[in-house]
């Protein structure tokens, strides 16, 4: 994949882009209001980032706590390496219990593993009952978002898409009624349902027990109706102590959304009474993470999405031009660890202005990970010959003076004198959505000799050829 | 120990965890929680503003009887037709939960009247718990929730809350912050997403 090809295809709409941008920016404005509310915010982050890296530096120990407490209170925890075998695990389950039709609430976790086409094509319904989800599941797309899955649609889309799907009248665009006729299509789900999924916010080693985090209280109702609640969760969703989620309970809601907490946070241990309860732990590339000492603050992360959006590439591109389920900054870091064939250019769609990080509620270096990428990944050879070769030439040039000064005269000269069409092409990335700035006359060098060379002392040769270098390496190793 | 699981699952909890042994960085502190956390001069007025913001509405009365009468003025507890209350003198229950065992039963419910344990002022969440409620889908199946608040218990934040709880038993407990809610066509805030659309706090005392 290229996250640049994809995101061209999404600008190319120049006013949904925008209105994509404004309405990320809007949610960005709401935490930042929510944000200031709080005076501790910063010992938040803080002591959040600190109890999640403590947790990580823990992680074994405090996964066989949790398991242990977790069975005490009579749960059935199953453990996962990948995403075959997760999916395995569920649907061994659901068949055990002859189940046909499975309510889920949102889970990114499942969306990684590539739960819903796998359970479909064994013969089980699966139904979203988030109402982003449940829009894009209709859809048949992927979510672009992590906290808001269906923000790239329109009401109009919405509306035709229920026109289609859930006999809703024809035309209508009104949120209210489109929310109010998926109340009745879910809430039909949610009674004949023979089983309930959910994801998990945070898993405490203490107790045993999990929190998950909704608006809509889907969860709630697609596991408190039938006996059978299945929860999946990554290893990193552990915390230690239930009083952590004091912490992360307070930032969660404030960075994802602007609100002070969601409606429901249901906290839940043990299965309900004549129900069953099973914990399905998935690893999935994650201890691999842990490995690396640069990438494994990733793992802090408690999918907010505020990255996302105060993200400015993300905002202007869209959740699907990362092609990942976890899209923006944060999943340009996670992606590539799986794959980096694949996601080599993700590290690349960032601008590194570091808004990411500074929004991060647990205190992630985000942009700091994306620029190691960046090195990681030339020097283990992904990027494209196109990058390579023009780097290994950018590199001659810079380092060698005569070379570069006869470049810059041949570009200036061409860059006046060559028809719009020679300069602007298919081989000129840099011009392809900016105009270049007019080319100057005469080059650094001969303006600074004109200026400077000749009143300098004689016998000391100026070196302005060596500092224009030095300059320019800068803007152009951003190629 | 976890319930004997089949074999090849059994293997993948031991490579997980010795992965994640032989990859675990070195070890750093837990942080202590001790910190002056934010708290408020008036915990219920605190609370009624962030209610009233995140869709909820606030009712302050003196005592179970006051409640009972502003309950009457409210237009979706007049137009119930199946009632539940779980808290004495405050409302008038005619679906007689004892007779239930199927949560899927509820689903006709109007509205329910149910206690709350105890509230949070700056988040406006109330806790609840399955502790004297079987069926802990009434507090989300219902059309419209009313939750019984004592005044003097509000705690500033969500580390005195979490003081207050203790998790030693198979049990189900929630926070819950107002109506159900979605904003997930175009951003457009509606209330009553698939729990309740409606939630009435009635702060007595
Ligand atoms: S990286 Fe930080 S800001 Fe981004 S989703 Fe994760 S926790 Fe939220």
Known sequence: ?479 | MAEPQPPEHRRSREEILSAIRSHQPPGTELPTLEHQWITYVDRPAQFAKVLTEIGGQWVRVPDAAAAHSALGEIPAYREAKQIISRVLGIGNSNVDLTNISDPHALEPIDFAVLSGEFGVAENAAIWVTDRNLPLRALYFIVQHLALVLPAGEIVDNMHQAYERLKFNRAEFGAFIAGPSKTADIEQSLVIGAHGSRSLTVFCVG
């Open chain 1, 1 to 479: 994949m290229n996250h640049a090809t994809l995101a061209a295809e999404f600008v190319r709409n120049r006013p949904r882009a925008h209105w994509h941008d404004t309405a990320l920016w809007f949610v960005r404005a709401k935490r930042d209001k929510a944000v200031h509310s709080l005076p501790e915010w910063e010992t938040l982050r803080e002591t959040a980032s600190a109890i999640k890296l403590h947790t990580i530096s823990h992680l074994a120990e405090y996964l066989e706590q949790f398991e242990r407490q977790a069975t005490a209170l009579g749960a059935t925890v199953h453990w996962a390496c990948d995403a075959a075998e997760h999916n395995q695990i569920v649907l061994d389950i659901l068949r055990q219990h002859g189940v046909k039709k499975l309510v889920k609430s949102k889970s990114m976790l499942t969306e990684e593993c590539h739960l819903n086409p796998y359970l479909e094509r064994h013969g089980i319904e699966v139904t979203d009952t988030d109402l982003g989800e449940r829009i894009v599941q209709l859809d048949r797309k992927p979510p672009s978002h992590i906290v808001m899955p269906a923000i790239h649609m329109k009401k109009e889309e919405i509306g035709e898409l229920f026109h289609k799907h859930l006999q809703s009248a024809a035309g209508a665009t009104d949120p209210q009624y489109l929310a109010e006729v998926a109340r009745q299509h879910l809430r039909h789900k949610f009674m004949e349902a023979d089983a309930g999924l959910t994801g998990v916010n945070f898993a405490v080693a203490e107790t045993g027990g999990f929190v998950v985090c909704t608006n809509e209280g889907n969860a709630d109702l697609g596991v408190s109706l039938p006996k059978l609640h299945i929860a999946c969760m990554g290893i990193e969703k552990l915390i230690p102590r239930a009083k952590d989620l004091g912490v992360f309970l307070r930032l969660l809601a404030r960075s994802a959304t602007g609100q002070p907490i969601t409606a429901y946070s249901s906290h839940f241990h043990g299965p309900r009474l004549g129900g069953e309860l099973h914990i399905v732990i998935v690893d999935n590339g994650r201890s691999q993470l842990l490995a690396s000492g640069e990438f494994r603050g990733s793992l802090k992360c408690i999918r907010c999405g505020a990255c996302m959006n105060t993200c400015p590439v993300y905002r202007r591109s869209g959740g699907h031009s990362y092609e990942n389920t976890v899209p923006g900054p944060i999943g340009s870091i996670l992606a590539p660890a799986r794959d980096p064939q694949h996601y080599y250019s993700l590290p690349y769609a960032c601008s590194l202005c570091g808004s990411c990080t500074d929004v991060c509620p647990v205190k992630i270096d985000i942009h700091h990970q994306l620029l190691t990428w960046r090195r990681e990944l030339a020097v283990h050879g992904h990027l494209p010959w196109t990058k390579r070769f023009s780097m290994k030439l950018a590199s001659i040039v810079l380092r060698t003076t005569w070379l570069y000064g006869l470049m810059g005269n041949m570009g200036r000269w061409a860059l006046r004198n060559f028809p719009r069409w020679l300069v602007y092409n298919r081989l000129n990335a840099w011009g392809r959505q900016r105009e270049l700035p007019p080319a100057p006359r005469r080059s650094f060098r001969q303006l600074y000799q004109e200026h400077y060379g000749r009143t300098t002392t004689a016998g000391t040769s100026p070196q302005p050829g060596g500092n224009s270098v030095g300059d320019s390496q800068s803007s152009t190793s951003r190629h």
